[in-house]
């Protein structure tokens, strides 16, 4: 049996083994495929087994690769692949769900504390000779932010949400969240589940923890701002089409949200003209909150435990 992974970098850059997946077949891994039809048709070849991160399987591209049984897709996520056109050609597609909470949970709080303390900024400012130069004890360059006792508004609530809304608390925050479904054995006195309205208008840090689907598409716009705090916080480190980039912009400039942190963008790699890029007090990050050692790890073994069982004839994670 034939395995192929037509973008293998961004999982294993070399850190990780694929010595497991080559237990189950006839591994080739591609750190790359480029966004092609007859490129991608190519590195599948007469594969049984393709393992995808984001490199698109079409409709095109499957019906021209008939030994394909099996798409993994090597994240939660799984629009890259035409379910639809899998289920006709009776190929079984997988994810990985759940393998990154504790890393992206700890990265929003990374985040929130990079807005409230300037840490890299301050240290950039002493290793340039300012504190050598200073004639006081200490000095800041920004405004220092304390979060005990600030009230965090969390729009979606998977587990990722919820693992932030534990650390936040851990922090002495308040927790409002906006979600489809009220999960009452969360609720206690620092916890509530709100109208979107509530989190807009009352959160003093807004943090993004949804999917990206017609009711979430740019949630984050010139309307929603208007509702929210002057000098609101915002973290987004879900899906960058969740955020209206121009709406943000204007309003990081005129002070209305006095700090964006993103780990995603609508387009990526980020594109040059993203108003974002020149817009205020706006930290951006290359899409890392998934990526630790040990979330990648943990995303590997999911991979292949996710074939071993479908070669066993009792499949996982499926998504179709």
């Given at each position: ?124 400012s002493v290793q340039k000779g300012d504190w050598t130069k200073s004639i006081d004890f200490c000095y800041w360059n920004s405004p220092l932010i304390e979060l005990e006792g600030k009230t965090i508004g969390l729009i979606g609530f998977g587990k990722i949400g919820q693992a932030t809304a ?155």
């Amino acid at each position: 049996m034939k395995i192929v992974v037509l973008d293998g970098f961004t999982l294993n850059p070399g850190d990780l083994s694929w010595e497991t997946l080559k237990e189950l077949g006839e591994l080739v891994v591609y750190d790359r495929t480029a966004f092609d039809t007859d490129k991608v048709v190519q590195e599948i070849g007469d594969a049984t087994v393709v393992f995808t991160n984001k490199t698109p399987i079409t409709k095109e591209v499957l019906s021209k690769v008939p030994t394909v049984k099996y798409i993994g897709v090597l994240a939660t996520g799984y629009n890259v692949v035409d379910v639809k056109a899998a289920n006709e050609q009776n190929i079984a597609v997988t994810n990985i769900p759940a393998y990154g909470t504790n890393a992206a949970a700890q990265f929003v709080m990374g985040l929130l504390l990079e807005i409230c303390h300037h840490i890299g900024d301050h240290n950039h400012s002493v290793q340039k000779g300012d504190w050598t130069k200073s004639i006081d004890f200490c000095y800041w360059n920004s405004p220092l932010i304390e979060l005990e006792g600030k009230t965090i508004g969390l729009i979606g609530f998977g587990k990722i949400g919820q693992a932030t809304a534990k650390i936040a608390m851990a922090f002495g925050m308040n927790v409002l969240v906006h979600s489809r479904t009220v999960k009452k054995e969360f609720e206690c006195s620092n916890l509530r589940f709100v109208s979107l309205d509530e989190v807009l208008s009352t959160s003093d840090v807004i943090s993004l923890h949804c999917p990206l689907n017609e009711a979430t598409e740019n949630i984050i716009c010139s309307k929603n701002i208007s509702k929210m705090k002057d000098g609101v916080l915002l973290i987004n480190t879900s899906r960058g089409g969740l955020v209206n980039e121009q709406d943000l912009a204007n309003a990081l400039n005129t002070d209305k949200i006095y700090a964006a942190a993103l780990d995603v963008v609508s387009a990526e790699p980020m594109d040059k003209t993203n108003p974002l890029l020149t817009a205020k007090n706006c930290i951006i990050t290359p899409h890392i909150a998934w990526a630790t050692k040990e979330a990648r790890q943990r995303l590997m073994n999911t991979a292949v435990g996710n074939l071993s069982s479908f070669l066993r004839g009792n499949p996982v994670n499926t998504v179709n």
